[in-house]
């Protein structure tokens, strides 16, 4: 009766493994085809709705580049902070036509754009203007944008805002 007890133990201790590796191995299956739910916007998609945005921007058509982000979009921006905050479409029609009234030659030239993951997109790029009193203004500027649904909902830019012109370098 011993033996037929430790056979009956043996049995049970393959049996747990067994379904133990059936149970890893079906996870793990599982967790490999599991695709996501997110739309994947297509690279050329998102390269497109940049050019579109910077061709609104260089014409000073605020409307229609304010309508390219989502209702409420995140920002972060020297020119507001070092803290990210939320803007409408008609706060960034309001922002760009401020900017257009200080500088109304303003123009964006794109040096370079890298597409980044399924909803990221980064364009390195030059603003340019002058202003009323002919002061010119050249800055080098690099935004991350997120796009999500053929919208852009995250303008992150980055820009160099401190004037160390008077300093003895």
């Given at each position: 009766m011993i033996l037929s007890s430790q056979k009956l133990t043996f049995l049970n201790v393959l049996m747990m493994k067994n379904i133990l590796l059936l149970f890893i191995a079906?996870?793990?299956?599982?967790?490999?085809?599991t695709k996501s739910q997110e739309s994947k916007l297509d690279p050329t998609e998102k390269e497109k709705i940049v050019k579109q945005y910077f061709e609104y921007f260089n014409k000073?058509?605020?409307?229609?580049?304010?309508?390219?982000y989502s209702p409420v979009s995140d920002f972060k921006d020297p020119s507001f902070g070092t803290e990210m905050i939320t803007q409408t479409r008609k706060q960034t029609?309001?922002?760009?036509?401020?900017?257009?009234a200080v500088f109304p030659d303003l123009h964006d030239e794109v040096v370079n754009?890298?597409?980044?993951?399924?909803?990221?997109?980064?364009?390195?790029?030059?603003?340019?203007?002058?202003?009323a009193d002919s002061t010119k203004f050249k800055l080098p500027i690099c935004t991350i944008f997120t796009i999500e649904n053929g919208k852009i909902t995250k303008d992150f830019t980055y820009f160099d805002n401190f004037d160390d012109s008077k300093s003895d370098k």
């Open positions: 079906s996870f793990m299956l599982l967790a490999c085809n000073h058509q605020w409307k229609e580049l304010a309508d390219m029609i309001e922002k760009y036509a401020q900017l257009n754009v890298y597409p980044s993951d399924e909803k990221h997109i980064i364009v390195e790029f030059v603003s340019t203007g002058t202003a």
